[in-house]
């Protein structure tokens, strides 16, 4: 079965830098593109931006550009979403989300768990 | 950016209601409207994809309609599982939004 399983929650101090793990299992990552989904406390859904798994091609929305980072090592199915110069208003849940195309974002269809990050001094 | 609204931000219904949320967007998106539900503390689940398209596995009793710039989710008779966020999101263009979410409560 289709599975996104995401690396632990992380606490983090401003300044800092955090790389968050998305492994695809039951499918082959090349064969379908990955969103990345932010979730402030209490707040709703953002997204990110996403990655064609296929090129590796990064897209990202207003507001994720520069300290944000989408990879992905086919090598072991996985994807990752790197932060640097981690502020307090980056503390959220972050999700990777596959979609059901590979060359375009059209429906998140399975989602990780989500990895709970937290950044305070 | 295209904007999406949802209405009510949150309702109380019984289970066996019917119970429909409305979504709106800012423009035409045709049917590129997906609609998700969340738990707390869990991830967001699919339900709908293309504005009408049932996700495999999502239970009969929850259909989507609508095309153009107004939609709504509908469950046709509320089930205490059901109870949760519920979240649109057009994926017409680029930078992809989801509306605010809409919480079904138990009354």
């Known amino acids: 079965q289709v599975q996104l399983v995401q690396s632990g929650s992380e606490l983090k101090k401003p300044g800092a830098s955090v790389k968050i793990s998305c492994k695809a299992s039951g499918y082959t990552l090349t064969n379908y593109a990955l969103n990345w989904v932010r979730q402030a406390p209490g707040q709703g859904l953002e997204w990110m931006g996403w990655i064609n798994t296929n090129t590796g091609n990064p897209t990202y929305a207003q507001g994720f550009t520069g300290r944000f980072v989408f990879s992905l090592d086919t090598s072991v199915s996985t994807a990752y979403l790197h932060i640097t110069s981690l502020k307090a208003e980056d503390t959220a849940v972050y999700y990777c989300?596959?979609?059901?195309?590979?060359?375009?974002?059209?429906?998140?269809?399975?989602w990780g768990q989500g990895t709970l990050l937290t950044v305070s001094s | 950016d295209i904007q999406m609204t949802q209405s009510p931000s949150s309702l109380s219904a019984s289970v066996g209601d019917r119970v429909t949320i409305t979504c709106r967007a800012s423009q035409s998106i045709i049917t590129y409207l997906n609609w998700y539900q969340q738990k707390p503390g869990k991830a967001p689940k699919a339900l709908i994809f293309g504005a009408s398209s049932l996700q495999s596995g999502v239970p009969s009793r929850f259909s989507g309609s609508g095309s153009g710039t107004d939609f709504t989710l509908t469950i046709s008779s509320l089930l205490p599982e059901d109870f949760a966020t519920y979240y649109c999101q057009q994926t017409y263009s680029t930078p992809l939004t989801f509306g605010g979410g809409t919480k079904v409560e138990i009354k």
């Open positions: 989300v596959r979609d059901r195309y590979s060359s375009s974002p059209y429906s998140g269809d399975y």
